[in-house]
């Protein structure tokens, strides 16, 4: 779950971190009216899902509310590495001294969180780190314990001890929401010298999002940032949408990791793919229904494992889905377990050729996804 800037500075503040006066805004005449209760420059900042906007022109200024209404004008209803932009955060400038980075993520091979603090904000740290390593300070620290006073004193070498302060904050929030990431790029000092959080990045683990009723409002103000992942995650289904151009419905995580490594074998790649866990002859129909809203693709395969699941009402789904709401492209399937033989009578009946091998099903839908 990506909160957006503004929604991950409401609870940075809370945890005592300081963040510039803004407002969230919908419309060009709104940004005006911000820019003139702030009063002095703005800063007008689109609220997307995406990293990198003011790279690409995203992220403008404004002297005046005047300035304000015409920036809105231009960045509300444009498309932004694929986001439209409905909503903007107007800010106050700030003056700044010194750019700094500060997170906490997860370091997958430690198997533990990891702080990051660096000299060198506002640029991409993943450069930073793969050029100028010494550059960026790594200290992976205790699930149980968190942040010891020897982990935060190395912080300050880097970022001072207001900065090693406003870390610990970070951790903080970053344990008490079991977020997988906390960023703030940049992480500024001010002329003045007070230590702002002028950015904020905060993704939590989907999987622990239940945790955290507090959270539905954010998500429910945050348009989806794909509704066929919003939709599957409703059935407590898992999408993820891929690059290449055969879609996979199958069951298992596992197994359809199994199958897009095969596939790649195989000299093939998946659009997508669609893990449905244990579903019924409804459950299936209404996958080939979510997959038909997907980006288009060649050819379909679909894997059926049969444990508790049986194979001739599964059959029964999918021929009932290639009646009512054909896919419009070649389909695959691979069939096997609790009453296959019943399944395979089914598929024949309705004009398919089902498969029990899982290699031979991949390598003859990659065959047909060349031919569509």
């Not at 932009?85 to 370091?107: G, N, Q, S």
């Not at 289904?237 to 995580?253: E, F, K, M, V």
């Not at 009512?324 to 395979?344: K, L, T």
């Amino acid at each position: 779950m990506k909160l957006r800037e503004f929604q991950a500075k409401e609870i940075f503040r809370r945890f005592g971190l300081v963040i510039p006066e803004g407002t969230v805004v919908e419309s060009a005449e709104g940004a005006g009216q911000a820019a003139a209760a702030i009063g002095g420059s703005v800063v007008i900042k689109p609220q997307l899902g995406v990293k990198g906007r003011g790279k690409v022109g995203g992220i403008l200024f404004a002297d005046s509310p005047v300035e304000a209404v015409e920036a809105a004008r231009r960045l509300l209803g444009a498309e932004i590495k694929g986001e439209v932009v409905e909503r903007l955060l107007v800010e106050a400038r700030v003056d700044i001294a010194e750019e700094l980075y500060a997170a906490v993520a997860i370091d997958h091979t430690a198997k533990l969180p990891v702080l990051v603090a660096s000299r060198c904000g506002g640029v991409d740290i993943e450069d930073v780190a793969r050029n100028r390593p010494e550059d960026v300070l790594k200290r992976p620290v205790s699930m149980l314990d968190g942040p010891s006073a020897n982990d935060l004193a190395a912080v300050a070498e880097v970022l001072g001890q207001d900065g090693a302060e406003a870390l610990a904050s970070l951790y903080r929030v970053f344990a008490d929401h079991d977020a997988e990431i906390v960023e703030v790029n940049p992480l500024v000092r001010t002329t003045g010298g007070e230590l702002m959080a002028v950015d904020a990045v905060l993704n939590i683990d989907e999987d622990a999002v239940y945790r955290h009723p507090e959270l539905d409002g954010y998500r429910t103000a945050m348009p989806a940032e794909d509704p066929i992942v919003e939709q599957a995650r409703a059935r407590s289904w898992t999408y993820i949408p891929l690059d290449g151009d055969i879609a996979i419905l199958s069951s298992g995580a596992g197994l359809t990791m199994a199958i897009l490594d095969l596939m790649n074998r195989a000299g093939g790649a998946a659009a997508n793919f669609l893990d449905t866990a244990q579903i019924d002859a409804d459950g299936i129909f209404d996958a080939f229904v979510l997959l038909s809203k997907a980006r288009p693709a060649k050819a379909l395969l679909v894997n059926i494992f049969a444990g508790l699941n049986r194979c001739d009402h599964l059959a029964e789904g999918i021929t009932r889905a290639l009646r009512e709401a054909p896919p419009g492209i070649p389909v695959v399937v691979r069939m096997i377990g609790n009453r296959d033989q019943e399944g395979f009578r089914i598929l024949r009946a309705a004009g398919v050729e089902p498969i029990a091998g899982i290699e031979q099903a991949i390598h003859e839908v990659v065959r047909v996804a060349g031919g569509a």
